[in-house]
């Protein structure tokens, strides 16, 4: 059992759009499609978290997963992390434009995590096969290319749910 005395839970994600259906703008209509204002500031809406079972001086949601590793599609635990610190790292989704930089940046530092006795694994909702083709897409082009923490697909969602994280509006972790 993983008892939860800190709680250091990373989340990756860049501004939420609000679009609101308005007056269309001052021009007429392109091919019968309307245009509508829309905010580039985050939205100051409510998101709707989910139930936070991860707290402190209680166990640690227990989970499994595939994860992609070196290249390769591997199931992985809670359990796998015992007698070790753990930082998960959710992240909204693979392929967005902000997450590959702060992945990488925490792939490029694994070592002084490992001299802490820390692991980390990033977690977002995509598949291990969309894990997969982001690590195998060139830096250059937006992808991640060969990164050293392990990418875990949480196609449930339950992993997020679990940890808090979980946004059931836009159907992703923060």
């Known amino acids: 059992m993983f ?5 250091l839970l990373l989340f990756i994600s860049s501004p939420l759009i609000s679009c609101k259906k ?6 007429e209509p392109l091919d019968g499609v309307e245009a509508y204002l829309c905010e580039s500031r985050p939205s100051r809406e409510p998101l ?13 949601p227990s989970f499994e997963g595939l994860a992609v590793i070196n290249g390769e599609f591997k ?5 796998d992390f015992k007698h070790k610190y753990l930082v998960l790292l959710f992240y909204p989704l693979d392929f967005t434009f902000v997450c590959p930089t702060e992945i990488i940046a925490f ?6 995590f490992k001299n802490l006795n820390t692991e980390v694994v990033a977690i977002s909702v995509d598949s291990q096969f ?9 830096r250059e082009q ?33």
């Open 107 to 112: 792939s490029d530092r694994i070592q002084e």
């Open 142 to 174: 937006g992808g991640l290319g060969n990164i050293q923490i392990p990418l875990l697909s949480d196609l449930t969602h339950q992993i997020s749910k679990d940890y808090g994280v979980y946004l059931q509006d836009v159907g992703h972790a923060l």
């Open 75 to 79: 199931e992985i635990g809670l359990n």
């Open 22 to 27: 308005q007056e269309p703008l001052c021009v």
């Open 3 to 7: 008892v939860i005395t800190s709680v």
């Open 130 to 138: 969309t894990h997969l083709a982001w690590i195998n897409t060139p």
């Open 48 to 60: 709707s978290l989910q139930y936070n079972k991860a707290q402190i001086s209680k166990p640690a």
